[in-house]
């Protein structure tokens, strides 16, 4: 008759408590990171946070032209700027500093930006470089580039003291989405201590 052999893990309930406390004591990290991997998708999978708290996709800019990684997601500044401010042995902030992308709130909260001369001089070049470009292109590709050139013209030619008009695009908010990552992660750290207390019982 086989008879079943455990082998003595070695572990006692000194280690269980050791592992607990680093478990807890990284617990503001992990969850810092869930949720900074949290907004990050929410911008690269272009989906934004409404008032009652379902996930909606980002309203298109006013000419999408042939991009095909929204307003937010266009040069990938934004999305790296999500990062642990600040933690704590209880708490952590997560978020992004203005010094460095002034324009975030402006995306998150919607607003309005007053055109300036130096925008004005902005809007000719782009509409010269794809006014150009249009010219040398051929079928859709031609197309799309004139449309593009003519919202480039179109911006430029706006009348003094207008301003321009940036939708709300909240990408990050408490939502039931963010907690439910959250847990995910938790249950994920506790099970390495449960895993601990399950090779002390065996011992």
């Known amino acids: 008759m086989n008879k079943l052999h455990i082998k003595h893990s070695g572990l006692s309930l000194n280690d269980f408590e050791k592992k607990l406390k680093q478990v807890l004591n990284a617990m503001p990290t992990v969850i810092g990171q869930a949720a900074v991997t949290h907004f990050q998708e929410n911008i690269t999978k272009r989906q934004g946070v409404p008032a009652g708290g379902s996930l909606q996709r980002f309203k298109n800019r006013v000419f999408e032209g042939s991009r095909r990684r929204g307003v937010l997601n266009d040069t990938g500044n934004l999305v790296d700027s999500i990062k642990m401010i600040s933690r704590s042995s209880s708490s952590v902030n997560v978020g992004i500093r203005t010094s460095e992308i002034p324009y975030a709130e ?67 908010d408490v939502t039931p989405d963010l907690e439910k990552a959250i847990l995910r992660v938790i249950k994920t750290e506790m099970g390495t201590v449960i895993g601990v207390i399950f090779m002390i019982l065996l011992t």
């Open 106 to 172: 402006l995306h998150q909260q919607g607003g309005k930006i007053p055109i300036t001369d130096k925008m004005r001089k902005f809007f000719w070049a782009q509409y010269y470089q794809h006014a150009s470009s249009a010219g040398r292109s051929r079928g859709k590709r031609s197309v799309s580039t004139n449309q593009e050139a003519s919202f480039w013209k179109a911006m430029a030619l706006k009348k003094a003291n207008m301003a321009i008009n940036i939708p709300k695009r909240q990408f990050m």
